[in-house]
């Protein structure tokens, strides 16, 4: 059986070999996430840090988000995030949430209130960030679009 987390209210989306149910997260269960921008740099490739990223998901026309689990440059701290590219010529606004957990261990849920991701840019929004020595990976969505679950880092 594979899962996908999800949180904040959101739909969770569980799908086995035989079929999908639907369970829902309350939305107590998020911790505040922090938006930041990057302009037109992107994230991961101007990072020290070790980025492991589920595939690219369509918002909106010419918007476009991933799900990542982050690992710092030392190797003791990690984090989770989802990436917004906005590739429009004007404003779009975006909120997100995602998990971070071990292959056993919930580890923390967050979630990111809309927030304005300006034209032709990249903005994140960052769980907290965790001592934790073992293999994490992380759920999440954005604007309702599940971001499915990123490889482990």
Not at 24 to 45: F, L
Not at 87 to 97: F, G, H, N, V
Not at 115 to 141: E, I, P, R, Y
């Amino acid at each position: 059986m594979r899962v996908a987390r999800m949180g904040v209210g959101m739909t969770v989306a569980i799908t086995s070999v035989v079929g999908v149910s639907l369970a829902t997260a309350g939305p107590a269960a998020a911790a505040d996430g922090t938006w930041r921008a990057y302009g037109n740099t992107n994230p991961i490739t101007s990072s020290t840090s070790t980025w492991r990223c589920a595939s690219s998901h369509e918002l909106a026309d010419d918007v476009h988000a991933q799900v990542c689990a982050i690992r710092s440059s030392g190797g003791d701290s990690v984090q989770a995030a989802v990436i917004v590219r906005n590739d429009r010529s004007s404003l779009y606004s975006a909120s997100a949430y995602m998990d971070l957990r071990t292959s056993s261990t919930g580890l923390g849920n967050w979630s990111c209130a809309s927030s304005g991701v300006g034209a032709n840019s990249w903005s994140v929004c960052f769980g907290k960030t965790l001592t934790q020595s073992s293999a994490v990976n992380s759920a999440g969505g954005a604007q309702g679009v599940s971001l499915r679950v990123s490889p482990y880092v």
